[in-house]
């Protein structure tokens, strides 16, 4: 990773690429000491002021202050991206189901035409969906389009996933 300057999406996404995934789903996976090398560097190098890294309930890694309260605005799009990208290369997901087939509703009820939206839609933030943030600003609230005012976007892609150079 020499000479690479990732952002910290790209930083978390990379956690990823340090573990091999065993065949089985009862063995734990194996975690490479270069990638998380490569991971602990990265994050020196941004400044980053804490990190933790589990798996399968225990630490494999832990820097900095993890305990420090810090705003992480959009990072749980990045852990939720990997996380679709491998089911649905496990093929278990189907990201062209609407969200009245999987039964996802909202605190705030979805509308019929709400619920007409693909899970690939949400993940593309093309869904016409504009409900009120759990950590919403008041200028993101101000921002935020009225419901219903924009119609189900397109499905333009054909596949998901995060690369590293």
């Known amino acids: 990773m020499a000479g690479v300057r990732l952002d910290r999406r790209q ?14 789903a009862v063995a734990a996976p194996l975690w490479r000491a270069s990638g998380l090398d490569a991971i602990l560097d990265e ?5 980053i002021r804490g990190l933790v890294i589990l798996s399968g309930g225990q630490a494999v890694l832990s820097f900095g202050e993890p305990a420090a309260v810090d705003r992480i605005a959009s990072c749980r799009k990045s852990f939720l991206s990997a996380l679709y990208g491998i089911a ?18 909202d605190d705030t009820k979805l509308s019929d035409v709400e619920r007409r939206a693909t899970i690939r839609q949400l993940l593309q933030a093309r869904s016409g969906i504009y409900i009120a943030s ?3 600003t008041a ?3 101000a921002a ?3 419901r219903g005012s924009h119609p189900l976007g397109p499905s333009g892609i054909t596949t998901i996933g995060i690369s590293m150079s």
């Not at 930083?11 to 089985?24: D, F, K, M, R």
């Not at 649905?88 to 509703?105: C, P, S």
């Open 139 to 141: 200028a993101m609230k």
């Open 11 to 24: 930083l978390i996404a990379g956690a990823t690429s340090a573990v091999t995934l065993p065949h089985s």
């Open 144 to 146: 935020r389009p009225r």
């Open 43 to 47: 994050a020196t190098t941004q400044d």
């Open 88 to 105: 649905i290369r496990d093929q278990k997901i189907d990201i062209d189901q609407t969200l009245a087939q999987v039964g996802i509703d």
């Open 134 to 136: 759990s950590a919403e």
